[in-house]
């Protein structure tokens, strides 16, 4: 099964999949960055936004918000969820857009989607032509470096009759740019279950590579991943929450 398959056939699911997720809270975690290193614009895209949840907080915060994804029936849902909101079937590692922006986000990893460094590159190139002057591109992030590969988050849930299991992991070989989210669904209905697995290839760097990338185009700020309050990057750690100030 190809990558974008799994999310194509379960697109139903995807909230489920995501139901521990604190989209509020990483949300408003997102806008106090941008209240501080920001330009005071109000005009938002998020990249891979999927069913749109981080959209539709951000509405809610005040913004014109929109999204693009490469996934049609995920835009449906989102469109849905945020119908004052625009979407559009894009790639994030080339996409445009019709006005420069204030603010663009990319959560929950998504930035690793591209399709290695060349792709990165050229993603890192699209939102600082898309973005206004000051304006701020904020993405979480891994550190190839420091994934473990038996590490797995694990959780459950049900819809109606049917109970779920969701699984998900990072695995790096230790060499060259590409690393894989690996995902198991599980699905219990009357006793029986059915299981999908599937493996989606992403970019892989250390944040030594992404910070060079990042540099020509951008004033970078790198934070510890906690949501919850905003503490700077202890240089130690293998998860980080990016802030970038287009130069």
């Excluded at 995807?14 to 209240?35: E, K, P």
């Excluded at 490469?70 to 909101?85: G, H, Q, S, T, V």
Aim: hydrophobic share 35%; proline share 3%.
């Amino acid at each position: 099964m190809s990558a974008n398959a799994l999310y194509t056939d379960l697109s139903g699911y995807y909230d489920l999949m995501c139901v521990d997720i604190d989209y509020q809270a990483q949300s408003n975690c997102v806008r106090r960055l941008h209240q501080i290193f920001g330009n005071e614009g109000k005009t938002h895209l998020d990249l891979a936004c999927g069913t749109g949840p981080h959209v539709r907080h951000f509405i809610d915060f005040g913004y014109q918000s929109g999204g693009l994804d490469l996934n049609k029936p995920m835009l449906d849902i989102a469109e849905a969820r945020c119908p004052e909101a625009k979407f559009s079937v894009q790639n994030m590692s080339n996409f445009e857009v019709t006005e420069p922006l204030d603010l663009i986000t990319c959560f929950l990893y998504s930035i690793h989607y591209n399709d290695g460094l060349e792709k990165l590159k050229e993603c890192i190139e699209s939102v600082h032509r898309a973005l206004k002057p000051e304006g701020i591109f904020c993405f979480n992030v891994v550190d190839k470096d420091k994934i473990s590969n038996d590490l797995f988050v694990r959780h459950t849930t049900n819809q109606d009759k049917d109970d779920f299991t969701f699984r998900s992991g990072w695995y790096y070989s230790g060499q060259g740019d590409k690393q894989a989210l690996k995902l198991s669904i599980e699905k219990t209905t009357a006793g029986e279950t059915q299981v999908w697995n599937d493996e989606h290839p992403m970019v892989a760097f250390s944040f030594k590579e992404l910070i060079e990338i990042l540099k020509p185009y951008f004033e970078v700020n790198i934070f510890e991943h906690d949501y919850d309050k905003l503490i700077p990057w202890d240089t130690q750690s293998g998860n980080a929450l990016i802030t970038c100030v287009k130069i």
